[in-house]
């Protein structure tokens, strides 16, 4: 383990995170665009909506155990980063790199275009009825969104962490909406209840086989994604040995629970055909039980996949940052330096909105989905496999948190089959893609990374940088 011994001196990210914004976080970057894109996928997938229930209260538990098991290791390591800086501390440099390039150059990024590609699609929706709206247009959207989401976090992490508070009690609020509409229809209409969520009708149709069932949880757990999203600014969190776990387990509890409640309602409003058919879930479930004010739920739908863009650069920021700071990143040290007066990370902020721009060109929802999630689950095993090591061979080491030792071994089993199933039962020349990308940093790793060889031009670089941007280096807030 690395020493932990706090520097005084520089600039430090200050701890501005309490319970209600980590709650805001963690939550508020789950409930987004899954819940509005994800759910006829997830049908889709598995042919039933009795399976596709099934799949949802899986995932919420997935993502529940994979949580508590980060916050011991969150207790154990309290510095900012998550999966990077925990394999770094637990594996070395070697390892932790290929998490930094993965993370910082593909899964963020992604998850930032996906998500505001949902904003795009949504806004634009009720201008396009009965058709999607071009791409081209829903891009120049979702970029405009990443750009004004980058320009709030630059500025200031209080007022970051107002728009997550704020958005999420407004995504909660329209879910709420969604779930008591459903309920209504429900009373009203008994068919509802005999075609969807009748024992014997609710699972007809479904399709078993490792593709499709790995493929419905990635979809699934995408919907859920963010629930590790405290431990990339854990420096940032106020008493994290407190304010970790309890933010998880209320913020995954509610997310759980509503989701399951919207899917039902879904369901109770469309056909399991409609769902599938549908290009923007909460639009249909709009039109349908609201009529002519259906567009109110494409503003709901965008506002809630705004908020969680926002948690997402947030936390996606800081993993930049801290690889910076740890000398691999091969780009100059600026990246690991703060603002002198407003105390953000930009230089890793402004490099990440950089990425996600590019990275939104080529990408459509459900390929993004499925290769973000395939690669991310495949770190995550690594770093559950890490607090499982801890937890056998490091018993000692101070932690204010402790899971029992079978809810890592059960996550990090999930975790295996996400990675390996749909590969196993349907190759993809994509997971070579990916896979192949991943390795390709050790022709990065070697010179730049352990030998420390760097240009001098990069160092006239950041001095230009530093003076232009009006950053310093920043140390670690332990």
């Known amino acids: 383990m690395a020493d932990k011994t706090p520097k005084n001196e520089g600039l430090q990210l200050k701890r501005q995170i309490g319970l209600i914004g980590g709650v805001a976080i963690v939550s508020g970057t789950m409930i987004g665009s899954g819940i509005f894109m994800s759910p006829q996928y997830v049908l889709a997938y598995v042919g039933s909506p009795g399976a596709s229930m099934l799949i949802w209260f899986f995932s919420g538990v997935v993502a529940l155990l994979a949580a508590l098991s980060y916050t011991e290791l969150g207790t154990i390591i309290p510095e900012s ?97 969604i779930v008591i509409g459903g309920l209504v229809k429900v009373i009203q209409s008994s068919t509802v209840i005999e075609e969807n969520f009748n024992i014997e009708n609710a699972f007809q149709g479904t399709q078993f086989s490792l593709n499709t069932l790995g493929k419905a949880l990635l979809q699934g757990l995408w919907s859920y994604g963010g629930w590790s999203n405290l431990n990339y600014v854990t420096e940032e969190l106020n008493k994290p040995e407190v304010n970790l776990p309890r933010a998880v387990l209320i913020a995954i509890s509610l997310v759980t629970t509503l989701y399951l409640l919207v899917n039902v309602s879904y369901l109770a409003v469309m056909t399991p055909k409609e769902l599938v058919s549908s290009s923007a879930v909460a639009v249909t479930w709009g039109n349908k039980v609201l009529g002519s004010w259906g567009w109110v739920m494409s503003v709901a739908a965008a506002l809630s996949a705004f908020g969680s863009l926002n948690g997402t650069f947030f936390s996606g920021g800081r993993v930049c940052f801290v690889a910076a700071r740890e000398g691999h990143m091969v780009t100059p040290d600026i990246l690991s330096m703060a603002h002198v007066h407003r105390l953000t990370p930009s230089p890793a902020l402004i490099f990440t909105t950089i990425i996600s721009l590019v990275v939104l060109i080529p990408g459509d929802f459900q390929s993004i989905v499925n290769y973000f999630s395939f690669s991310a689950w495949f770190f995550y095993a690594i770093v559950l496999s890490g607090l499982i090591y801890l937890k056998i061979k490091k018993k000692d080491l101070p932690r204010s948190y402790k899971v029992p030792i079978v809810i890592p071994i059960l996550v990090l089993i999930a975790a295996i089959f996400l990675v390996l199933a749909p590969i196993i039962d349907n190759p993809q020349i994509e997971y070579l893609y990916v896979a192949l990308f991943i390795s390709s940093g050790i022709v990065v790793y070697i010179p730049f990374i352990h030998y420390k060889l760097c240009p001098r031009v990069l160092d006239k670089l950041t001095v230009f940088l530093q003076l232009f941007l009006e950053v310093a280096p920043a140390d670690k807030n332990l």
């Open 81 to 177: 980063g998550g999966e990077f800086t925990y394999i770094l501390r637990i594996y070395g440099s070697f390892p932790a790199f290929f998490a930094a390039i993965t993370f910082i150059l593909l899964l963020k990024p992604s998850s930032i275009a996906a998500k505001s590609m949902t904003i795009a699609q949504y806004v634009m929706a009720p201008f396009y009825p009965g058709c999607p709206p071009p791409q081209l247009a829903v891009k120049c959207f979702a970029a405009f969104s990443i750009l004004v989401v980058a320009i709030t976090n630059i500025l200031n992490v209080r007022f970051a962490l107002r728009v997550q508070v704020i958005f999420l009690v407004a995504k909660v609020f329209s879910l709420t909406f």
